[in-house]
């Protein structure tokens, strides 16, 4: 029997554009009911050949007939659909052996190294799609069937830059000499890859603070103001601002800010009973509460999960981030003047709720500061009699 084990030693999350590096080893080790009593065939073990590739899935919760179509040359195992989705794109197969013979109780390890491609979309799981990646492991032992393991791992996109010509252009009018120190002393120069630049303007654009405020208001008056310190974010980063109830003519009661995707389907081939070309999901990944009855000031600190996904644009579905507030408003009376003797709180207070969205921007982070979070690669193990 041999054992095949295969491990991610580069982590288990990437960004669109990097490289990754799988281990995948195959053990010959002697079946426990054949221990005492071994043979020529039981000493040596014979593998046809090994390869590896790459393969993103696609699945939606619509019941369509149609298939989407696989991106590029069909691959030598004809993985086109399963259960797991349709796949949209795949790497080339990488043969890691042909004819391997392993004698009992040795072990042989191969590497595989991919590197994704920059506009490779990232992995989702949304209300109406989903998309997941895959490194598919194949083998074939001599006079018996084909087996696969599948080991799964997380994208990012380097979003908003998916355009090369954009980036170039970006890269160009951005600078990050006040965000890196430089050593005078130095003498190496860093090769600026796609990747490298893309993750310096992103670096640029979630570090530069650019406070706007807005003033809260409905029908009977001002509510507040409100002051969002940036409106760009990665992952793992906190929301922070702050309210100032000091300027309102209503009493705000209370205040809740849901942090929520805003998931676009794009349908390219619209139906009869749809009269608009896209469609909007949303729900709530993270939420902050606060009573801010007698406040006069409040602030707002909202982290930012490190499970979600960050802001991109495909070709079937664009996903976006928005701050969803709720605000409880009232024009009663609730406290008492300072000439008022005989006052009493009232027993019942008539409110009112407004809803107000506004958009954020949500960028992905370093794969490492999310792999800090995680338990570690997994080791996915395949045994082939």
């Known amino acids: 029997m041999i054992e095949l084990s295969a491990k991610l030693t580069t982590g288990t999350v990437y960004l669109a554009g990097e490289a990754l590096e799988c281990a995948i080893t195959f053990s010959h080790s002697a079946q426990p009911e054949h221990r005492n009593s071994q043979s020529h065939s039981d000493i040596l073990e014979n593998l046809a050949w090994a390869s590896a590739q790459i393969h993103c899935f696609f699945s939606t919760s619509k019941n369509s007939g149609d298939k989407t179509p696989v991106i590029g040359k069909t691959t030598a195992l004809e993985v086109t659909s399963c259960d797991i989705g349709d796949v949209i794109f795949h790497t080339k197969p990488k043969i890691l052996f042909c004819d391997l013979t392993i004698p009992l109780g040795e072990t042989k390890t191969f590497w595989y190294r991919e590197s ?13 799609v989903k998309y997941s990646y895959k490194i598919t492991i194949a083998t074939q032992k001599v006079g018996s069937h084909i087996k696969m393991v599948r080991i799964p791992f997380r994208v990012l996109p380097i979003s908003p830059i998916m355009n090369m010509q954009d980036l170039a252009a970006l890269c160009g009018n951005e600078t990050t000499e006040e965000l890196q120190p430089t050593n005078p002393f130095s003498e190496e120069r860093k090769v600026e890859t796609p990747l490298t630049m893309a993750l ?25 103001r409100f002051c969002l ?15 100032d109830f000091s300027v309102g003519t209503v009493t705000c009661m ?29 729900m709530t990944v993270a939420r902050c509460h606060e009573v801010t009855v007698g406040l006069t000031h409040s602030q707002l600190i909202l982290p930012i999960p490190l499970h979600i996904t960050p802001a991109f644009e495909g070709d079937e579905v664009s996903l976006s981030w928005r701050l969803h507030f709720e ?12 000439e008022d003797k005989d006052w009493t709180a009232p027993l019942n207070v008539p409110i009112e709720t407004m809803v107000w969205n506004l958009p954020v921007k949500i960028y992905s982070t370093l794969p490492k500061q999310i792999s800090q979070q995680a338990a570690g690669s997994d080791t996915y193990t395949l045994y082939i009699k």
Do not use: H
Not at 229 to 243: P, Q, R
Not at 264 to 278: A, F, G, H, I, Y
Not at 327 to 338: D, G
């Open 200 to 224: 310096q303007v992103l670096q640029n654009l979630t570090t530069r603070r650019s406070p706007n405020s807005y003033m809260i208001t409905n029908a009977r008056g001002k509510v507040g």
């Open 116 to 128: 994704l491609p920059i506009e490779a979309p990232p992995s989702y799981r949304g209300t109406a």
């Open 229 to 243: 310190f940036k409106s760009a974010y990665k992952l793992g980063e906190d929301i922070v601002g702050t309210f």
């Open 327 to 338: 605000f409880v408003t009232s024009n009663e009376k609730l406290f008492p003047n300072s």
């Open 254 to 282: 209370q205040v809740s800010v849901s942090l929520q995707p805003e998931e676009v389907m794009k349908n390219k081939t619209p139906t009869k009973n749809l009269n608009k070309e896209n469609s909007s999901r949303s």
